[in-house]
């Protein structure tokens, strides 16, 4: 069987003072983009950074600079060019005209990726509801954009029958993937309920693409999820249950990993999912720690959680891939950090403890000899503690549970001696 060519892409920046820094272009995130680009299945064959005061309104590069970037991709033989910036449509089909080259901007990169890892229904919806947001205004009859679907990086996703509908059409499906992610959001509301009511905290886990989330939660879990070394290997996410001590179960919830400029539209569209983190009890922010630029990726990741109004959540910073650090100097270990290997096991035990210090305060497990006249308790039991187990004996129920210091007093008297822990 013959093996797929790879694309051959030009990768391209533009550094201008108008724009945010957050969205300067440098060698480091033209790296970024390369990783992006290579798991989309493409070939860097060139790359070009332009400095200037201001973007060009018709072209982002200048005039002069885009036709040499056509005359870089015609001696390369490039079949795309990718810019590390956000292009307008207008923009796009500019520099299409002049290049002769198919161009695409790194949230259609990224966007292309996540269709492709996409596989559940839910995670489907939202990458299908993110593209149709992209694509809409893009949308300009039959110019530009629908003459080139149907095949290479970028154009995977909704597909060409689809697109080349009326905006009418593609805005009535919009509705339809709100409306399905709506009910995304019910039921997630009613299970965050039952997880309430049964006094099972979230623990949510983040940080950037490839920092090791999915590999923790194997290692802790044995979820058995992908986790191989590759960007946004994790689309889809995964919740298990998991047991940090005798008195203290939570539910872990792995998250879709953040990146530099991603798309604020994908962002929208996965809100369903990540806003999960608006409700955890805590936090795990894993950090590469082998990543010589891990300071500026934890930034990315607490200002998009900043935007998701999870910034102030309680958090434990976990440093993973420790096995890999030459030399560990400068990378903070104290009461509020963990250094650990997910992949190995190393300092889980340090996790553990972490996680108990901040959520398993003023617990008591207990085992109760409730006498039957005294029943009233159970549905207060049940209720407001976590019931472990029940048994009916001649003259009593056996209970063990574990309640909190506000329903203590109400029960202590029928607690076994002898088998009572306190947190």
């Not at 060009?56 to 590069?61: A, Q």
């Not at 990726?113 to 996409?118: G, L, N």
């Not at 290997?341 to 901040?358: F, M, P, Q």
Request: glycine share 6%; with cysteine.
């Amino acid at each position: 069987m013959e093996e797929k060519r790879l694309e051959k892409a030009i990768l391209v920046g533009l550094n201008a003072k108008e724009l945010p820094e957050e969205m300067a272009v440098t060698d480091e995130s033209l790296d970024e983009l390369n990783e992006l680009l290579m798991t989309a299945g493409g070939e860097c064959v060139g790359r070009l950074i332009q400095n200037r005061q201001t973007p060009e309104p018709k072209t982002f590069l200048g005039t002069g600079k885009a036709r040499e970037l056509g005359e870089f991709a015609e001696k390369l033989e490039a079949d795309l060019i990718v810019f590390d910036n956000q292009l307008s449509p207008a923009q796009t089909r500019n520099l299409e005209e002049i290049t002769g080259v198919r161009v695409i901007d790194r949230s259609t990169l990224i966007l292309d990726i996540f269709a492709s890892r996409a596989e559940t229904k839910e995670g489907k919806l939202q990458v299908e509801l993110a593209q149709y947001r992209y694509t809409l205004p893009r949308l300009t009859g039959k110019g530009v954009m629908l003459s080139r679907l149907g095949g290479g990086i970028g154009t995977r996703g909704p597909g060409e029958t689809k697109l080349e509908t009326e905006r009418r059409h593609i805005r009535r499906h919009i509705s339809h993937l709100e409306e399905e992610l709506r009910e995304v959001r019910t039921r997630r509301a009613l299970n965050r309920k039952q997880r309430v009511k049964n006094q099972i905290p979230l623990v949510a886990i983040v940080g950037y693409t490839n920092a090791g989330k999915s590999t923790l939660l194997n290692t802790l879990t044995g979820a058995g999820i992908s986790a191989q070394n590759r960007l946004f290997d994790t689309l889809d996410p995964t919740t298990r249950r998991y047991r940090v001590t005798d008195t203290l179960e939570v539910v872990l919830s792995d998250t879709v990993g953040f990146i530099r400029k991603l798309p604020h539209h994908l962002v929208d569209a996965f809100r369903a999912t990540l806003e999960e983190l608006s409700f955890a009890d805590l936090v795990l922010h894993v950090i590469d720690a082998s990543d010589e630029n891990w300071r500026e990726r934890a930034r990315v990741v607490a200002n998009l959680m900043q935007d998701l109004d999870a910034a102030q959540k309680p958090t434990v910073t976990v440093f993973n891939k420790i096995d890999l650090c030459e030399n560990t100097e400068g990378i903070p270990h104290d009461e509020c950090t963990v250094w650990i290997s997910a992949k190995n096991g190393t300092g889980l035990d340090d996790l553990n403890r972490a996680i108990a210090k901040r959520l398993e305060t003023g617990l008591y497990r207990l085992r109760l000899h409730l006498p039957y006249q005294s029943l009233g308790l159970l549905d207060l039991l049940h209720r407001d503690a976590r019931v472990l187990r029940e048994e009916y004996l001649a003259d009593c129920l056996e209970m063990d549970v574990i309640c909190d210091e506000r329903l203590y007093p109400k029960v202590k008297e029928f607690r076994v001696k002898g088998n009572e822990e306190h947190e």
